[in-house]
């Protein structure tokens, strides 16, 4: 499985699950479209904060390559 945490591995146009900050807690994941990659940092323990085409923001979880 691709590394979420890692920025070189978020790209523009994939297709991921992100975790939002109102459902860290519960966990729950959305699927989407990365339109923004928001984290500037190369990586991050809690996975790379990214919008969604949607506009959804949230932290990527999985990466559905």
């Known amino acids: 499985m ?3 945490r890692q920025r070189k ?3 523009i146009g994939l297709f991921v699950e992100i975790v939002q900050k109102p459902h860290q ?3 729950e994941l959305t699927k989407g ?3 923004k990659v928001l984290t500037k940092s190369i990586q991050h323990p809690h996975g ?3 919008q969604l ?3 959804l ?3 990527v ?3 559905l390559a």
């Open 25 to 27: 807690r519960s966990g």
């Open 2 to 4: 691709i590394d979420g």
């Open 53 to 55: 085409k949607s506009g």
């Open 33 to 35: 479209e990365v339109a």
């Open 9 to 11: 591995n978020i790209k």
């Open 57 to 59: 923001v949230g932290r």
């Open 61 to 63: 979880k999985n990466i």
């Open 48 to 50: 790379i904060k990214v």
